[in-house]
């Protein structure tokens, strides 16, 4: 049921106590110290007890209070589990953070003594499956209670509105999507800018990554159904065989990204599918593709959907099908845009990162994947500023030990994923509040 937890006009010395105040040691000491004595344990908390998409309800309501203890007035059920915490300190511009929290089917085998145990219902099957913060959601949650005790702390230093959303359903790609939805800027305001990180196995604990550009790919989930005219398999010329049509597009489409994009710019369409038939002496009446696609901007997007469609089509004409019978092509609603990062806003970021936290914070290693987010859909329409930023999990021993020919780093959503939470969370929440602190700067 969705309904308001109000801050309840929470005290100085309630937020003295659970929020430990700025320290003259600087930002990334009182960060370590409250790592030490709160988030860590709290990291813990929620690496144990995960739970999957759109059923993160012990997650929310743990994030919920933890997020008002803050100082944060708290909507919960927004877009279904989602979590909204607004906190208003003077005028200025509203800035949001973003979290993901749902953790994935898979059952943990890290080896760590604080590894998940938990099982859940998966609402997809409705099997009982075993549950794992397998991505490092984990992290992210953590982080943004931590940002949320110094932004409280240090009200001082900034003014506007500080916006922090815990989304679920991120592994589904639909969690975002699901908060718009729900009317999430008619209710609590359009961000001037949004931010968001996602915690990397693959690059050095705390080390901050800032891809120019896409760090995430857009992806589409596509279906081609492939109408034949059934017949005998001794008797070819009686029938239309989708098999042979079908077989004809899948290589048709490999001069999608070969041939119509310049090459250096990035795209993938693959078909991870192909079913037809029953039999082996029998020309089925219909075959179906499965496809997944990817792209780093809209304009790619468009291309390699429109030649997809072109194509279908026109191999069916080929084969001789009547304008009714030609192929289909479905794009599922699962389907995101790339994340795509506003350059100046970056190149702002990445200045006060260095000047803050020295030059060694950004890695140099670059981003190869074409992993997707539906993070863009709080970004996109309408257009906000934003910065997807990538933080560190793995220590730098870990990536020697692999390339010297030992234990290989596990990825992410291997039963092996593990990362190093104090780096990641306690680098996680100083980037994110120098960030903060920048754009809302008195």
Request: net charge negative.
């Given at each position: 049921?969705?309904?308001?937890?109000?801050?309840?006009?929470?005290?100085?010395?309630?937020?003295?106590?659970?929020?430990?105040?700025?320290?003259d040691?600087?930002?990334a000491?009182?960060?370590?110290?409250?790592?030490?004595?709160?988030?860590?344990?709290?990291?813990?908390?929620?690496?144990?007890?995960?739970?999957?998409?759109?059923?993160?309800?012990?997650?929310?309501?743990?994030?919920?209070?933890?997020?008002?203890?803050a100082?944060?007035?708290?909507?919960?059920?927004?877009?279904g589990?989602?979590?909204?915490?607004?906190?208003?300190?003077?005028?200025?511009?509203?800035?949001?953070?973003?979290?993901?929290?749902?953790?994935?089917?898979v059952?943990?085998?890290?080896?760590?003594?604080y590894?998940?145990?938990?099982?859940?219902?998966?609402?997809?099957?409705?099997?009982?499956?075993?549950?794992?913060?397998?991505?490092?959601?984990?992290?992210?949650?953590?982080?943004?209670?931590?940002?949320?005790?110094?932004?409280?702390?240090?009200?001082?230093?900034?003014?506007?509105?500080?916006?922090?959303?815990?989304?679920?359903?991120?592994?589904r790609?639909?969690?975002?999507?699901?908060?718009?939805?729900?009317?999430?800027?008619?209710?609590?305001?359009?961000?001037?800018?949004?931010?968001?990180?996602?915690?990397?196995?693959?690059?050095?604990?705390?080390?901050?990554?800032?891809?120019?550009?896409?760090?995430y790919?857009?992806?589409?989930?596509?279906?081609?159904?492939?109408?034949?005219?059934?017949?005998?398999?001794?008797s070819?010329?009686?029938?239309?065989?989708?098999?042979?049509?079908?077989?004809?597009?899948?290589?048709?489409?490999?001069?999608?990204?070969?041939?119509?994009?310049?090459?250096?710019?990035?795209?993938?369409?693959?078909?991870?599918?192909?079913?037809?038939?029953?039999?082996?002496?029998?020309?089925?009446?219909?075959?179906?593709?499965?496809?997944?696609?990817?792209?780093?901007?809209?304009?790619?997007?468009?291309?390699?959907?429109?030649?997809?469609?072109?194509?279908?089509?026109?191999?069916?004409?080929?084969?001789?099908?009547?304008?009714?019978?030609?192929?289909?092509?479905?794009?599922?609603?699962?389907?995101?845009?790339?994340?795509?990062?506003?350059?100046?806003?970056?190149?702002?970021?990445?200045?006060?990162?260095?000047?803050?936290?020295?030059?060694?914070?950004?890695?140099?290693?670059p981003?190869?994947g074409?992993?997707?987010?539906?993070?863009?859909?709080?970004?996109?329409?309408?257009?906000?500023?934003?910065?997807?930023f990538?933080i560190g999990?793995t220590?730098?021993?870990?990536?020697?030990?692999?390339?010297?020919?030992?234990?290989?780093?596990?990825?992410?959503?291997?039963?092996?994923?593990?990362?190093?939470?104090?780096?990641?969370?306690?680098?996680?929440?100083?980037?994110?509040?120098?960030?903060?602190?920048?754009?809302?700067?008195?």
């Amino acid at each position: 049921m969705r309904h308001s937890l109000l801050s309840l006009a929470i005290s100085a010395s309630l937020i003295m106590a659970t929020t430990p105040a700025f320290s003259d040691d600087g930002l990334a000491n009182t960060i370590k110290g409250d790592y030490n004595t709160y988030l860590g344990p709290l990291f813990k908390h929620f690496h144990a007890n995960p739970e999957l998409s759109t059923v993160e309800n012990k997650t929310a309501e743990r994030m919920a209070k933890e997020l008002n203890t803050a100082g944060f007035t708290v909507t919960t059920g927004v877009g279904g589990t989602g979590v909204v915490a607004i906190l208003k300190n003077g005028k200025g511009p509203l800035v949001s953070m973003r979290a993901d929290m749902d953790g994935l089917p898979v059952e943990e085998k890290s080896g760590l003594d604080y590894a998940s145990k938990a099982t859940q219902v998966d609402p997809i099957t409705g099997n009982e499956v075993a549950v794992m913060h397998a991505c490092g959601h984990d992290v992210h949650i953590t982080s943004l209670v931590g940002t949320a005790r110094r932004m409280q702390a240090m009200k001082d230093q900034w003014s506007g509105t500080l916006m922090l959303i815990v989304q679920p359903a991120e592994e589904r790609v639909i969690g975002a999507k699901a908060m718009m939805e729900d009317n999430l800027y008619k209710r609590f305001g359009t961000p001037d800018y949004g931010l968001a990180f996602h915690v990397s196995s693959g690059l050095e604990a705390g080390k901050i990554g800032v891809t120019d550009g896409s760090p995430y790919a857009g992806a589409d989930t596509v279906d081609i159904i492939i109408h034949g005219v059934g017949a005998h398999g001794a008797s070819p010329h009686a029938g239309k065989d989708p098999i042979v049509l079908g077989a004809q597009i899948v290589m048709a489409l490999q001069t999608l990204v070969a041939r119509e994009l310049p090459p250096r710019d990035p795209g993938v369409v693959t078909v991870g599918s192909f079913h037809s038939g029953t039999k082996h002496n029998i020309i089925s009446d219909k075959a179906v593709l499965q496809l997944t696609v990817r792209n780093t901007s809209l304009e790619t997007r468009k291309t390699l959907l429109d030649g997809i469609k072109r194509i279908a089509e026109n191999m069916g004409r080929v084969a001789g099908l009547p304008e009714d019978k030609l192929p289909e092509v479905l794009v599922s609603e699962e389907s995101v845009p790339p994340t795509i990062n506003d350059a100046k806003l970056a190149q702002r970021l990445r200045a006060v990162w260095v000047e803050k936290m020295g030059k060694s914070i950004l890695t140099e290693k670059p981003n190869k994947g074409m992993g997707a987010e539906d993070y863009p859909f709080f970004t996109t329409d309408p257009y906000i500023p934003s910065v997807y930023f990538a933080i560190g999990g793995t220590p730098e021993s870990d990536f020697e030990i692999a390339a010297k020919g030992g234990k290989p780093v596990p990825s992410h959503h291997s039963p092996l994923f593990k990362v190093t939470p104090e780096p990641a969370v306690t680098s996680g929440v100083e980037a994110t509040v120098l960030a903060l602190l920048d754009l809302m700067a008195k």
